[in-house]
Nanobody, 124 residues
Framework: QVQLVESGGGSVQAGGSLRLSCTAS????????MMWFRQVPGNERERVAG????????FYAASAKGRFTISQDNAKNTVYLQMNSLKPEDTAMYYC?????????????????WGQGTQVTVSS
């Protein structure tokens, strides 16, 4: 059974930084996407950043480019999201997702495993 556990969320002031971690158990990083999503109550879950475990290709949403960096440590089965220059609009619950259905797009419903989320709050 795949388990994803996020950590690293918290409350920071605008301009601050946080590093989120997503550690997987029961799942070995292989040629598949790991994705960070975020969600504000009442809104749809939004893609933030992703990494392709096999080769390290990355994806960033426009809102994350230049400020966020996704990375992985295969030995620790962990994916990180380094978030710098945080803005109040980054406030959300952040989720990691794994085990994308082969050939499917990056819609949330196509990821078979999810963590419980970690809250990020950025104050102005």
């Amino acid at each position: 059974q795949v388990q994803l556990v996020e950590s690293g969320g918290g409350s920071v002031q605008a301009g601050g930084s946080l590093r989120l971690s997503c550690t997987a158990s029961g799942y070995t990083f292989s040629s598949n996407w790991m994705m960070w999503f975020r969600q504000v109550p009442g809104n749809e879950r939004e893609r933030v950043a992703g990494i392709y475990s096999g080769e390290g290709s990355t994806f960033y949403a426009a809102s994350a480019k230049g400020r966020f960096t996704i990375s992985q440590d295969n030995a620790k089965n962990t994916v990180y999201l380094q978030m710098n220059s945080l803005k109040p609009e980054d406030t959300a619950m952040y989720y990691c997702a794994a085990d994308l259905i082969p050939g499917a797009g990056w819609d949330p419903g196509n990821f078979r495993s999810w963590g419980q989320g970690t809250q990020v709050t950025v104050s102005s």
